[in-house]
């Protein structure tokens, strides 16, 4: 190649996905605003990702980036009567995704976002803005396990990092580790501060692994007990027909009343199927959130 020669930009995550979108499709739901700010352009190493209809999510290109573990915990949560949920808290909610989820999908419910590390809540709060929704949607940086509110909540979430520390090498990438490993406690400290937060018969929807490094069998369980939360409800999400449970999504109960005898209603959501196409119960959960089909 000679320095005359003309390169030719490579094409980003958002433009491919941009040009994927079927011709004539039209995403749904609330548009954001036109954007007024310095803030509101990607910076050379983020990324301004598509998120549910045409709300974006500022991310790092090679940090923590949202994945299905958030896509299926907001879709649990919003299974959630929203005349009982008008606030939502996500605990540890790095760079908003189950925020913003759950804003554009209940655009009349008001959100707050706990998280540590600074990096995830500049990005999550310039997201916010981004969308228009700085109104009902705000960010605590704070650790969950001290932070104070002032105020319970009728729904909270979480997706807790997975791996217990030494089970496996920590990433020095920009957010990774503490989202990874559980730096700053598991699926018990999560479940200790949601029973802090929640008002009564209010309803707590996490995600967490089930197996190997992931947690010993019944982890899960036996911490959202111990917390004094009824688990309700699990489902086990499997990537690929044939395949083992990649995680489950854990509903509970702050309820004034015992736990039902016979034990959580479990349920399966499959992602892909034998030939790796997406199914039909997993494009019915993308569309419950305004993206476009994948087929």
């Not at 189950?98 to 310039?126: D, K």
């Not at 999504?249 to 196409?277: F, I, M, N």
Request: overall charge positive.
């Amino acid at each position: 190649m000679t320095d005359e020669t003309l390169k030719v930009p490579r094409e980003t995550p958002e433009e491919r996905a941009l040009r994927r979108r079927p011709p004539g499709w039209v995403a749904p739901g609330p548009k954001p605003p036109l954007p007024a700010r310095d803030d509101a352009r990607p910076r050379e190493d983020e990324t301004l990702s598509f998120l549910s209809g045409d709300f974006r999510l500022f991310q790092k290109r090679t940090g923590n980036r949202w994945s299905i573990d958030e896509l299926a915990t907001a879709f649990v949560a919003s299974q959630v009567s929203p005349k009982d949920a008008h606030t939502h808290l996500d605990l540890g909610c790095g760079v908003g995704s189950v925020l913003l989820l759950l804003a554009w999908r209940f655009p009349e419910r008001r959100g707050i976002g706990v998280e540590a590390q600074a990096v995830s809540v500049e990005l999550a709060r310039r997201s916010i803005r981004y969308n228009g929704v700085a109104g009902r949607v705000a960010v605590v940086e704070g650790d969950l396990r001290d932070v104070q509110l002032g105020e319970r909540f009728s729904l909270i979430t979480g997706t807790p990092p997975y791996f217990p520390v030494g089970s496996g090498t920590i990433s020095s990438r920009v957010q990774r580790a503490p989202a990874a490993f559980e730096l700053r406690g598991g699926i018990e400290a999560y479940a200790e501060a949601a029973s802090r937060f929640l008002c009564e018969n209010g309803t707590f929807v996490v995600c967490n692994g089930v197996k190997g490094n992931h947690s010993e069998p019944h982890r899960n369980e036996r911490a959202l007990t111990a917390a004094g939360l009824n688990v309700i409800a699990r489902l086990d999400v499997i990537p690929r027909a044939g395949k083992g449970i990649l995680f489950s999504v854990y509903t509970a109960q702050k309820s004034v009343t015992d736990a039902d005898a016979l034990g959580p209603t479990v349920s399966t959501l499959v992602v892909r199927d034998e030939a790796s196409q997406i199914t039909d119960a997993f494009a019915a959960v993308r569309d419950h959130f305004g993206m476009p089909p994948l087929r």
